[in-house]
């Protein structure tokens, strides 16, 4: 179990390593490597997810490992509490972003291998600390340079602990 220690609480995450192996390792290595602490989620839509792990508190976007092959093709769904990868419109291209879906957002599953097919994968799930995710998802957020739906006040990822 791994726990995002948070400046509005802990969020304890279960990861899949069974139906996502290597997403649940690009994620162990990130957290190993100390990569998330001091990042922050920088994206919030209620009703929809939030988003980190890959800029700091000043918006400076961190450097990152390569990117990972998509294993949305899982059987895993991008259901309420479920933790996914990040990515751009290139499926293959997640690396440390991720995002904890707030809402049951079954559209981002995997439908076929095509560029709108790919889907988003899903690696684990939120196990304890659902209350805070119910207090991050209705931050206030705004615009921050190029960045839509950032929080006005930083929800920080203090530290992160493995058990």
């Given at each position: 179990?791994?726990?995002?220690?948070?400046?509005?609480?802990?969020?304890?995450?279960?990861?899949?390593?069974?139906?996502?192996?290597?997403?649940?390792?690009?994620?162990?290595?990130?957290?190993?490597?100390?990569?998330?602490?001091?990042?922050?989620?920088?994206?919030?839509?209620?009703?929809?997810?939030?988003?980190?792990?890959?800029?700091?508190?000043?918006?400076?976007?961190?450097?990152?490992?390569?990117?990972?092959?998509?294993?949305a093709s899982n059987g895993l769904s991008n259901?309420?509490?479920?933790?996914?990868?990040?990515?751009?419109?290139?499926?293959?291209?997640a690396t440390a972003q991720f995002f904890i879906?707030?809402?049951?957002?079954?559209?981002?599953?995997?439908?076929?291998?095509?560029?709108?097919?790919?889907?988003?994968?899903?690696?684990?799930?939120?196990?304890?600390?659902?209350?805070?995710?119910?207090?991050?998802?209705?931050?206030?957020?705004?615009?921050?340079?190029?960045?839509?739906?950032?929080?006005?006040?930083?929800?920080i990822i203090q530290s992160v602990s493995v058990?």
């Amino acid at each position: 179990m791994i726990t995002l220690h948070t400046n509005l609480g802990d969020i304890s995450l279960q990861l899949d390593a069974e139906k996502a192996p290597i997403t649940a390792a690009n994620f162990m290595k990130y957290v190993e490597e100390g990569f998330y602490e001091g990042t922050v989620f920088h994206r919030v839509i209620d009703g929809f997810m939030i988003q980190g792990g890959g800029f700091t508190e000043e918006m400076d976007q961190k450097r990152v490992n390569a990117s990972i092959k998509n294993e949305a093709s899982n059987g895993l769904s991008n259901r309420k509490g479920t933790v996914a990868m990040a990515r751009t419109s290139d499926p293959h291209s997640a690396t440390a972003q991720f995002f904890i879906n707030v809402n049951d957002n079954t559209f981002l599953d995997f439908k076929s291998e095509t560029s709108q097919g790919w889907g988003y994968c899903v690696f684990g799930e939120v196990v304890e600390g659902l209350d805070i995710i119910e207090k991050m998802k209705v931050v206030a957020t705004g615009n921050r340079g190029m960045h839509q739906d950032v929080p006005l006040e930083a929800i920080i990822i203090q530290s992160v602990s493995v058990k």
